[in-house]
């Protein structure tokens, strides 16, 4: 398909346990987000990649957070020792550059429950 | 640090009402702003967007106007439809090259339309 993909499209594990959550942009997209959708919190900037690398990290919430490129493509977000609070809806976007109003196109998110 | 505030919702209206749900932003720089839409069990999808102040945005019938003057984005439509049911959100993307274009959003409104 044409669009941005994630997965799992829902991802349930018990609290300690690591998850990776994947990001496929759309080819050719040199820039790639994540953010975090949560009841609590709304939608969250967490880190942005541009090519391989990620200017960017500011809005990780905590060390357990991490978040890698390869390629220029596909991204994955891993979160160490899950914790309750994790529990969100992940999403990743991508756009064809870094520039502020190249529009940044969503994925479908991963619903994250952690138990 | 930029901000986005936006009307609090649910907000429930009836066929072929007029919408307007208010947004204000906080921003040093000069920010584009976008108004996005999350439509029940889908991605969010850009709506409209303006990048200068008093451009407008329009699509579907919606339109926004950038106000500088007041740093307001305010989204109208003249006529309602049930299919319109969605959350609505505001946001800004910084026009800084020396930092990322992540996109801070507003908290959405949940806009129900009644048949």
């Known amino acids: 398909g044409a669009g941005v993909s994630q997965s799992p499209s829902n991802k349930v594990t018990e609290k300690g346990k690591d998850v990776e959550l994947r990001c496929d942009p759309i080819?050719?997209?040199?820039?790639l987000y994540w953010y975090r959708q949560s009841l609590g919190q709304g939608l969250e900037f967490l880190i942005y990649?541009?090519?391989?690398?990620?200017?960017?990290k500011s809005g990780l919430p905590s060390d357990r957070f991490s978040a890698e490129r390869t390629g220029g493509s596909v991204s994955t977000l891993t979160i160490q020792r899950t914790q309750q609070e994790d529990s969100a809806v992940y999403l990743c976007?991508?756009?064809?550059?870094?520039?502020?109003?190249?529009?940044?196109?969503f994925g479908p998110g991963t619903r994250l429950t952690v138990l | 640090g930029d901000s986005v505030t936006q009307m609090e919702g649910p907000v429930t209206l009836s066929e072929e009402a007029f919408l307007t749900i208010n947004c204000t932003y906080t921003?040093?720089?000069?920010?584009?702003l976008f108004w996005y839409v999350q439509y029940p069990g889908e991605g969010l999808q850009l709506l409209l967007k303006a990048t200068k102040a008093d451009d407008k945005g329009s699509n579907k019938g919606f339109e926004a106007t950038y106000r500088k003057e007041t740093t307001s984005f305010h989204l109208e439509k003249g006529s309602v439809q049930v299919s319109d049911s969605a959350v609505y959100f505001c946001?800004?993307?910084?026009?800084?090259?020396?930092?990322?274009?992540?996109?801070?959003f507003g908290s959405g409104t949940r806009l129900s339309i009644r048949p």
């Open positions: 946001a800004l993307s910084d026009h800084s090259y020396s930092s990322a274009s992540k996109i801070i």
């Open positions: 921003a040093t720089g000069y920010p584009s």
């Open positions: 080819s050719g997209h040199t820039a």
């Open positions: 976007a991508s756009s064809l550059a870094r520039l502020a109003n190249n529009e940044q196109f």
């Open positions: 990649f541009q090519g391989n690398s990620a200017p960017d």
